[in-house]
């Protein structure tokens, strides 16, 4: 009885591998008609028993399902991917076998999907279809994964397609692997332009300098990607609210490239978020001592100090911003802010005198203080209404006209006041 079972399985298995074999046969006839559809068919009626299957067959099946998923280029991304697994399992099974026949036509095939990626990849990123871009860059990347700087241009078209999900997962693995996109570039200038231009390699260059056409060639490295990727990985962490990792990945971008301004302006601006008030200062003046003329760095340097209650420290700041930019309204909008502060704790004063003769007298130079603090607030809140024209401006204005007895300015900021109100 059991010598019978054994037969009777072994019978099985080899009905089995008859229909397995003509599945494979049915769908190399119609990948030869281009029948794609009936191609995928055959084959995933034939996959169930693949894995059982002699080397041979293995890698013919897998070379003919990459062909039907592929299908000339038509298939869909799932399938393609499917499509380019496929062929790399071709390669490998050939490879582990030391038996090759499906080999050199697989890289004739991935030649020619290569291509048609990187012109598809082109072609879209030329009509701001970024996402589609992105795919087709990826898709040669994975053809051709020596060829890292395909995912470099897929991870850049997806940030332009703002698919931050996307882009951090190939920055990420891009970082992984060490990505530099250092090259070596051949430049020359054009005698005509007087301008320096690139050649794709040094022979196409040496081409040109024999023409007469060109000087100054120059063998010279690209710098380096490394920083930009660490870059831009710390700041989709920002724009995904993810502070923590925003800021280990900030600090891993500053030791690529420690003298990048804006990195370390972005590492303050991420510590404030999360409150760390100090640790923003610090980066702040520091960005400062990197950058002193830059307006608008000291500007925040004053925000800073006045949210912190260091006032005079703001007004320092406030005016260095409004040295170096006088056009910025903002900077002289907060420092009128700054100088009227005082006039609530000068009317508590006020309010808590007496009716003495000396509560008067002392009521008297309160008055005057503030009638002060109101003439150096002017020049402040002029400028930034003329720079930047708005309601609530026009409306301090107009108060302080009205405090100072200033009945022309009154009447002039008055009509301005109701003009903005109306919409005029």
């Given at each position: 009885?059991?010598?019978r079972l054994?037969?009777?399985l072994a019978?099985?298995v080899?009905g089995?591998?008859f229909a397995?074999k003509?599945?494979?046969?049915?769908?190399?006839k119609?990948?030869k008609?281009?029948?794609f559809?009936e191609?995928?068919?055959a084959?995933n009626a034939?996959?169930?028993?693949i894995g059982?299957?002699d080397?041979?067959t293995?890698?013919?099946?897998y070379?003919l399902?990459?062909?039907?998923?592929?299908?000339?280029g038509?298939?869909?991304?799932a399938d393609i991917?499917a499509a380019?697994?496929?062929?790399?399992?071709?390669?490998k099974?050939?490879?582990?076998?030391?038996?090759e026949?499906?080999?050199s036509e697989?890289?004739e095939i991935?030649t020619q999907?290569?291509?048609n990626?990187?012109?598809k990849?082109q072609?879209?990123?030329?009509q701001k279809q970024?996402?589609?871009?992105s795919?087709?860059?990826e898709?040669a990347?994975?053809m051709s994964l020596?060829d890292?700087?395909?995912?470099?241009?897929?991870?850049?078209?997806?940030?332009?397609?703002?698919?931050y999900d996307k882009?951090?997962?190939l920055y990420e693995?891009l970082?992984a692997l060490g990505?530099?996109?250092?090259e070596m570039?051949?430049t020359?200038?054009?005698k005509?332009?007087n301008?320096?231009e690139n050649?794709?390699?040094?022979?196409?260059?040496d081409i040109?300098m024999?023409?007469?056409?060109y000087?100054?060639?120059?063998?010279k490295?690209?710098?380096?990607k490394?920083?930009?990727?660490?870059?831009?990985?710390?700041?989709i962490y920002?724009s995904?609210?993810?502070n923590e990792?925003?800021?280990s990945?900030i600090?891993?971008?500053?030791?690529?490239?420690?003298?990048?301004?804006?990195?370390?302006?972005?590492?303050?601006n991420?510590?404030?978020?999360l409150?760390?008030?100090?640790e923003?200062?610090?980066?702040?003046e520091?960005?400062t001592?990197?950058?002193p003329?830059?307006?608008?760095?000291?500007?925040?340097l004053?925000?800073i100090?006045a949210?912190g209650?260091?006032?005079?420290?703001?007004?320092k700041?406030?005016?260095?911003?409004?040295e170096l930019?006088?056009e910025y309204?903002?900077?002289?909008?907060n420092?009128?802010v700054?100088?009227?502060?005082?006039d609530e704790?000068?009317?508590e004063?006020?309010?808590?005198?007496?009716?003495s003769?000396a509560?008067?007298?002392?009521?008297?130079?309160?008055k005057?203080?503030?009638?002060?603090?109101?003439?150096?607030?002017?020049?402040?809140?002029?400028?930034?209404y003329k720079?930047k024209?708005?309601?609530s401006?026009?409306?301090?204005?107009?108060n302080?006209y009205?405090?100072?007895?200033?009945?022309v300015?009154?009447?002039?900021?008055?009509?301005k006041?109701?003009a903005l109100e109306n919409?005029n």
């Open positions: 009885m059991k010598k054994i037969i009777a019978l099985m080899s089995f591998s397995q003509d599945e494979i046969k049915t769908a190399e119609a990948l008609d281009n029948n559809a191609a995928k068919s084959l034939a996959q169930s028993l059982s299957a080397e041979k293995q890698a013919k099946y070379f399902k990459g062909q039907a998923l592929y299908a000339n038509a298939g869909s991304n991917d380019i697994e496929s062929f790399t399992k071709v390669k099974i050939e490879a582990d076998s030391g038996k026949k499906y080999s697989v890289d991935k999907m290569l291509s990626f990187l012109t990849g072609t879209a990123l030329e970024y996402l589609k871009s795919d087709h860059f898709k990347y994975r020596k890292t700087v395909y995912l470099y241009y897929a991870a850049s078209t997806a940030v332009s397609a703002q698919d882009s951090l997962g693995e970082k990505f530099t996109g250092i570039e051949y020359a200038v054009n005509e332009t301008e320096e050649f794709t390699n040094k022979s196409m260059r040109a024999k023409s007469g056409d000087i100054k060639p120059q063998d490295k690209s710098e380096s490394a920083s930009e990727i660490m870059k831009n990985i710390a700041l920002v995904k609210g993810d990792k925003a800021i990945a600090k891993d971008a500053r030791q690529q490239d420690p003298d990048d301004l804006n990195l370390l302006i972005t590492e303050a991420v510590h404030l978020k409150g760390n008030r100090d923003f200062k610090v980066l702040m520091e960005a001592t990197k950058d003329d830059n307006a608008e760095l000291q500007y925040n004053g925000v100090a949210e209650g260091d006032n005079e420290a703001a007004k700041y406030y005016a260095r911003a409004i930019n006088p309204a903002d900077a002289q909008n420092m009128a700054l100088i009227l502060a005082k704790e000068i009317i004063k006020m309010n808590a005198l007496g009716n003769a509560d008067n007298k002392k009521y008297d130079e309160y005057a203080a503030r009638l002060d603090l109101y003439r150096d607030a002017i020049p402040y809140l002029e400028k930034a720079i024209p708005n309601v401006t026009a409306k301090t204005l107009m302080i009205s405090a100072i007895g200033d009945t300015k009154f009447k002039e900021m008055k009509a006041v109701e919409g």
